[in-house]
């Protein structure tokens, strides 16, 4: 018996690399195959029953004689990846051809499902808590590239239909997108003993009535996607959707009905049907190692609208939002990570396309929603670090089952014609878990305790969150 | 309700024809850790490793064509307590040079070389004082288990995306961020558990030793010396 323990003999004084997952790349043995090389006889493509042979073999950008190495065969490989997103397994191996020295290539695949059911879940950043019954997703073998999505929704606060196409674009090119939305949602706000009329900027009473006015949207967008070569996605398009505000509201216990007269008047002027229309930009560009656990890179989205009657709609009005996040390493799953973000919209904004702070994605320690008047704030600035640590760690290179974090979030909304003060910050601080199931996903929930005495009462709260808060 | 109980049972039927339906490839050799024995030797724990059914027909034809497949050792130690330490990835080239009609093993620092497969297969399958980890980054006086599973793959590493499942793939936000959800693939769900065939599983089932003190496996080593 041939004993490897000669093999594996570091230098001395080196140890086995124990923090890092470094598999050997290229080895010598193989560059020694490159230069005495091996030929390609034929190509054999097993498990495919939509796409065609020859649409595969096409891709691979390889023939009869080509001499191939290891280098070659992963490039054709990932050039298939890269082209047939139908294919979700793509394994090469070779087998001796009919000389010494040639070789024959078998490529087997696993095609997605073109037609793919889905059911799951969700949370709102304003709308909370839905549960997608039933969802499609159909990746059509005739428009490789290309993927349609139809959701139907049921929540608490929102519920609909909708769904969505992308034409992938591709490192340096074009892509097409377009979505489509028919959602009944619950406009919440807060209010004082003499329901929201009694809301004031200063925010000094205690709010602890809840209220909630439906709201019927239905929309459209279309956009032209440009991802650039270091994957920074742009998109610009065009939206129209119409909006129905009901002209009364309930309060959220006791369900009191209470009439247009009764809202806050602020609010008044936009409880009306209407039309919106306008263009939209966004770029995102995300460089983080992973998204359900990021540990390093970053996050940016920077998106702005403008909607005017040019394209026959009612409203004129402008917002724009920034969004920047940053994740930091400190080594076996342990994370620093930030977030600043922003927005800002223009007069004449409706109402329900304001920004409105509090919960388990804005500034936690606070109801969802609780820190903005009923009519929204006009722009606000947001910040918050967390500290991310494992609790009970998985299996090697998987994300801990349960993980430990510490939050500090604060946030200050303003409304145009109030003057600002340093008093009007909303900061809160505290501690929250998420537990990484199989199958259902990473739930979680956040305890946060306001620095200062909260517009609602409570001393401290506790938000519910689907993954991680950013 | 008559429309809705239509609707749940034409839904329930396309999704079993769904899941049924998938195309799968045919059921391949999965590798198997049958034993490892761990040791300590010139201040390292080492671990005599022995496993089968490495060479599948892929792997077999791969290497004999002249073209390298890969063997990845992933392995942890843990503790009593769920802990885990000292994750690491050990990967060998086995190599066919077609011209010379000489099979090698290539690990990081060294090679070699075997005149015939069969010889070749016999080492890779019975590694002998594999270095896992440095004894002084173990605590002397608690126990530890080795947990260990082979990947082998036809020209290349272990691809590390796919090893941690669909499930993590599933995780959407919206495209403006506002919602944040998880999706369940019903149509993996369903092939997981109803069918008939599974596809290639070219890993090993993760094998565990037994707890072992590290002042008792210093203590058999100095009685061997």
């Not at chain 1, 509090?358 to 910040?383: H, N």
Request: hydrophobic share 40%; charged share 25%.
């Amino acid at each position: 018996m041939y004993s490897v323990a000669a093999m594996h003999s570091p230098a001395a004084g080196a140890a086995p690399d124990n923090n890092s997952f470094a598999a050997s790349s290229a080895t010598p043995a193989d560059e020694e195959m490159t230069h005495r090389g091996l030929e390609l006889e034929y190509i054999v493509v097993v498990g495919n029953s939509h796409i065609a042979d020859s649409a595969i073999i096409g891709t691979l950008g390889l023939d009869s004689h080509d001499t191939v190495n290891v280098a070659i065969l992963e490039e054709a490989r990932h050039r298939l990846f890269r082209d047939y997103p139908l294919l979700s397994v793509i394994e090469f191996s070779t087998r001796p051809g009919s000389r010494r020295g040639f070789v024959i290539l078998d490529i087997s695949v696993v095609e997605r499902h073109q037609v793919v059911f889905e059911t799951g879940y969700g949370l709102h950043d304003t709308y909370g808590w839905f549960l997608t019954l039933l969802g499609l997703r159909v990746e059509p073998a005739v428009a490789y590239g290309t993927e349609y999505r139809l959701g139907l929704r049921l929540g608490f606060h929102i519920s609909g239909l909708d769904g969505e196409f992308e034409r992938r674009a591709k490192p340096g090119g074009f892509g097409l997108g377009g979505n489509f939305h028919v959602y009944s949602q619950k406009q919440i706000f807060f209010g004082g003993e003499a329901a929201p009329t009694s809301w004031d900027a200063a925010g000094t009473g205690q709010y602890t009535r809840e209220f909630r006015q439906k709201i019927e949207r239905s929309g459209v967008e279309l956009h032209v996607l440009y991802m650039s070569r270091d994957s920074t996605r742009f998109s610009f398009g065009f939206h129209a959707e119409e909006v129905r505000p009901e002209s009364s509201y309930v309060e959220s216990e006791g369900d009191q009905e209470y009439g247009f007269d009764e809202f806050p008047a602020l609010l008044q002027a936009g409880i009306r049907k209407t039309t919106i229309t306008g263009l939209a930009f966004r770029v995102v560009r995300d460089t983080r190692d992973r998204s359900d656990y990021p540990r390093s890179g970053s996050f940016a989205l920077l998106q702005a609208q403008s909607n005017s009657t040019f394209f026959g709609g009612d409203e004129i009005f402008a917002k724009a939002e920034c969004d920047f996040r940053k994740h930091i390493s400190l080594g076996n799953w342990y994370v620093l990570s930030s977030r600043l973000t922003g927005g800002i919209v223009s007069k004449r904004t409706p109402y329900y396309d304001k920004f409105f702070l509090g919960g388990a994605y804005s500034v936690r320690g606070f109801r969802e929603l609780s820190l903005s008047p009923p009519s929204g704030s006009d722009g606000f600035i947001m910040a918050s670090d967390e500290f991310r640590f494992p609790l009970i760690t998985s299996m090697a290179d998987e994300p801990p089952r349960l993980t430990g974090l510490l939050f500090i979030d604060a946030g200050i909304g303003w409304e145009r014609g109030n003057a600002l003060e340093w008093s009007d910050i909303e900061a809160a601080a505290g501690y929250g878990i998420r537990l990484r199931l199989p199958w259902i996903g990473t739930l979680g929930f956040d305890v946060g305790v306001p620095f200062m005495e909260s517009r609602t009462g409570d001393k401290f709260y506790i938000n519910g969150c689907v993954g991680f808060s950013f | 309700m008559i429309e809705i109980k239509a609707i749940v049972a034409l839904s329930t039927v396309l999704l079993l024809i769904g899941g049924w339906s998938r195309p799968v490839r045919a059921e391949d050799t999965r590798p198997t850790i049958e034993r490892v024995t761990l040791a300590v030797d010139q201040g390292y724990i080492t671990g005599d490793v022995a496993s089968s059914g490495l060479f599948s027909e892929r792997i077999t034809g791969t290497v004999k064509s002249g073209l390298p497949a890969v063997v990845d050792f992933f392995y942890y130690f843990s503790t009593p307590d769920g802990g885990t330490v000292s994750e690491n990835i050990l990967s060998f080239s086995l190599c066919y040079d077609v011209w010379e009609d000489i099979y090698s093993i290539k690990a990081p620092d060294t090679t070699q070389s075997y005149p015939t497969f069969a010889k070749m297969q016999q080492a890779i399958e019975n590694l002998h004082r594999l270095k896992l980890v440095a004894l002084d980054s173990l605590d002397y006086n608690r126990s530890y288990r080795v947990q260990m599973s082979i990947i082998i793959n036809p020209l290349r590493g272990a691809d590390r995306e796919k090893i941690a499942g669909w499930v993590s793939e599933n995780m959407r936000t919206s495209k403006d961020d506002s919602w944040h959800g998880q999706v369940l693939n019903l149509n993996e769900l369903i092939s997981h558990f109803f069918s008939r065939e599974r596809g290639v599983v070219n890993q090993s089932s993760w094998y565990k030793s037994d707890f072992v003190k590290l002042d008792s496996l210093c203590a058999s080593d100095k009685e061997e010396k």
